[in-house]
C-alpha cells in the first residue's frame, strides 16, 4: 500500500514537471509580399501633410516555398503620414493573414524611409500562439498604389 503514493507522486511530478511547451518549433525566413491598396481616406493637417488611411490586400512568398508563411493572403489597414510631395513618411497598422488551410495569424507593423518592424499577435490552427517578429523595407510602389516589399524574421510555432 505504500507504493501506491510514491508512484502517484512521480506520475504527478511528470506531469507538472514536463515542459509546458513541446511542439514549439523556432523557425526564420524571407521573402517578399506585394499588395495593392484597395481604399484609402485623406485627412488634411494644418502642416501640409496628410493622414492617410488605407487597406491593403497581399500576398507573402517566402525564399524557401515550404515555409508556412509562402503564399499566406493578408488585408491590412494602415494609417500613413504623407508629405506634401506625396512621399509617406511613416505608417503603422495590422494585417489579418490567412493559409490556405484557413488558418490565421495577425502581425502590426510600422514602416518609415529607413525601413519597418513587424510583429506577430497571435493566430488559428497551426499559428496558435505564434510569437515572433522581424523587418522589412519596401522596393517597390506604383502611384496606383501597387507596392511590394523585401521582409525578414523569425519566430516561435507553438
Same mark, same amino acid.
Given at each position: ?30 521573402? /517578399?509580399?506585394? /499588395? ?22 497581399? /500576398? ?6 515550404? *515555409? ?11 494609417? *500613413? ?12 497598422? /495590422? ?9 490565421? %495569424?495577425?502581425?502590426?507593423?510600422? *514602416? ?9 499577435i497571435n493566430g ?22 501597387? %507596392? ?11
Amino acid at each position: 500500500m505504500k507504493r501506491r503514493p510514491l508512484a502517484l507522486a512521480a506520475l504527478l511530478l511528470g506531469v507538472v514537471g514536463a515542459p509546458a511547451d513541446l511542439s514549439a518549433q523556432e523557425m526564420s525566413a524571407a521573402g /517578399y509580399a506585394t /499588395y495593392i491598396q484597395t481604399g484609402a481616406t485623406s485627412t488634411p493637417l494644418d502642416d501640409g501633410r496628410a493622414r492617410v488611411d488605407a487597406t491593403i490586400a497581399g /500576398y507573402v512568398m517566402t525564399d524557401d516555398p515550404t *515555409n508556412p508563411f509562402h503564399l499566406v493572403a493578408q488585408d491590412c489597414a494602415s494609417t *500613413n503620414l504623407v508629405a506634401a510631395d506625396g512621399s509617406v513618411e511613416r505608417s503603422s497598422g /495590422y494585417c489579418a493573414s490567412r493559409d490556405a488551410d484557413g488558418d490565421m %495569424f495577425w502581425i502590426w507593423f510600422w *514602416n518609415s524611409a529607413e525601413g519597418g518592424e513587424w510583429g506577430l499577435i497571435n493566430g488559428t490552427g497551426k499559428f496558435e500562439g505564434i510569437t515572433g517578429g522581424g523587418t522589412s523595407e519596401g522596393v517597390a510602389a506604383d502611384p496606383d498604389g501597387r %507596392f511590394a516589399i523585401r521582409w525578414t524574421g523569425a519566430w516561435t510555432m507553438r
